[in-house]
């Protein structure tokens, strides 16, 4: 009985408090401002999330032009560097860190994947 006396009081409360949302919004003090823009008439559409871009036409850069790359790049570094003296004149390029070797699990560690 209790349960049957709690859910009509549940629904009550849910018709009640939607005819107060309707009414309290339109209140003065409650609504939105005068100077608030008005809402589009159709919603936004959602963004396109699995279309997926064309393929690239560009060709990747070959080993050669890549090394070009990196040398014009470290060679204006330098420049902008001497220009506004901050690198000391001697100062020699340092070399790429390696990365460092993948350390193997042993399978009976407690770090294992499986």
């Known amino acids: 009985m209790a349960l049957l006396i709690a859910a009509a009081g549940l629904s009550a409360c849910a018709s009640i408090s939607e005819k107060f949302a309707g009414t309290m919004s339109e209140a003065p003090v409650v609504g ?3 100077s608030a823009p008005q809402r589009p008439v159709e919603p936004a559409a959602y963004p ?5 871009p064309p393929p690239r036409t560009a060709a990747v850069l070959t080993e050669m032009e890549q090394q070009k790359l990196e ?3 470290v060679a204006a570094r330098r420049t902008q560097q001497a220009d506004a003296g901050t690198a000391p004149a001697g100062q020699k390029e340092q070399k790429k860190a ?4 993948p350390r193997a699990i042993p399978v009976s560690s407690g770090k294992a994947i499986y």
């Open 71 to 73: 040398d014009d790049l």
């Open 48 to 52: 396109a999330v699995h279309d997926v």
């Open 98 to 101: 390696q990365p460092a070797k």
């Open 32 to 34: 939105l401002p005068d």
